[in-house]
């Protein structure tokens, strides 16, 4: 290997290890099979949000020098709300229009990938689906 080869690889291996974006959420169909046996309505996607304290870490950081943020809006909570759309879409339960509304609110979103081998994680969220704004199930 030459040696302007190997300045490239190893600027690239340094570049790569300060920050990433996540892996793009793919829908499972098992999901949108269960959606479309157990939903038989339309619903709406309403905003998702998280909270603002030192349980939700956004974006989330490895080994104190890699962070990985959401590949969508401003975080992981939209992360969660572009998820469900997509299911609900390929379900064909999504209507922008319906009185159900389903948001979020990420509460809990802490990953400590510290040791070498081990890494750990907790995530937590509060949904709530309104039916023509009054509270259906929080």
């Not at 300045?7 to 690239?12: F, P």
């Not at 046996?37 to 490895?62: C, H, M, N, Y």
């Not at 995530?123 to 509270?135: C, K, S, Y």
């Given at each position: 290997?030459?040696?302007?080869?190997?300045?490239?690889?190893?600027?690239?291996?340094?570049?790569?290890?300060?920050?990433?974006?996540?892996?793009?959420?793919?829908?499972?169909?098992?999901?949108?099979?269960?959606?479309?046996?157990?939903?038989?309505?339309?619903?709406?996607?309403?905003?998702?949000?998280?909270?603002?304290?030192?349980?939700?870490?956004?974006?989330?950081?490895?080994?104190?020098?890699?962070?990985?943020?959401?590949?969508?809006?401003?975080?992981?909570?939209?992360?969660?709300?572009?998820?469900?759309?997509?299911?609900?879409?390929?379900a064909?339960?999504?209507?922008?229009?319906?009185?159900?509304?389903?948001?979020?609110?990420?509460?809990?979103?802490?990953?400590?990938?510290?040791?070498?081998?081990?890494?750990?994680?907790s995530?937590?969220?509060?949904?709530?689906?309104r039916?023509?704004?009054?509270?259906?199930?929080?």
């Amino acid at each position: 290997m030459t040696i302007i080869r190997f300045a490239i690889l190893v600027s690239l291996i340094f570049a790569a290890g300060c920050s990433t974006t996540g892996a793009k959420y793919e829908a499972s169909s098992y999901n949108v099979r269960e959606i479309e046996a157990s939903l038989q309505t339309s619903i709406a996607v309403g905003k998702f949000t998280r909270d603002e304290s030192e349980l939700v870490i956004d974006p989330w950081s490895f080994r104190g020098a890699t962070k990985i943020a959401s590949p969508v809006g401003d975080g992981h909570h939209d992360y969660i709300a572009k998820g469900i759309e997509d299911e609900l879409m390929l379900a064909r339960r999504l209507d922008a229009e319906s009185p159900l509304v389903l948001t979020g609110n990420l509460t809990e979103h802490i990953v400590d990938a510290s040791g070498m081998s081990v890494g750990k994680g907790s995530v937590a969220m509060t949904f709530t689906l309104r039916n023509a704004g009054e509270i259906t199930y929080e």
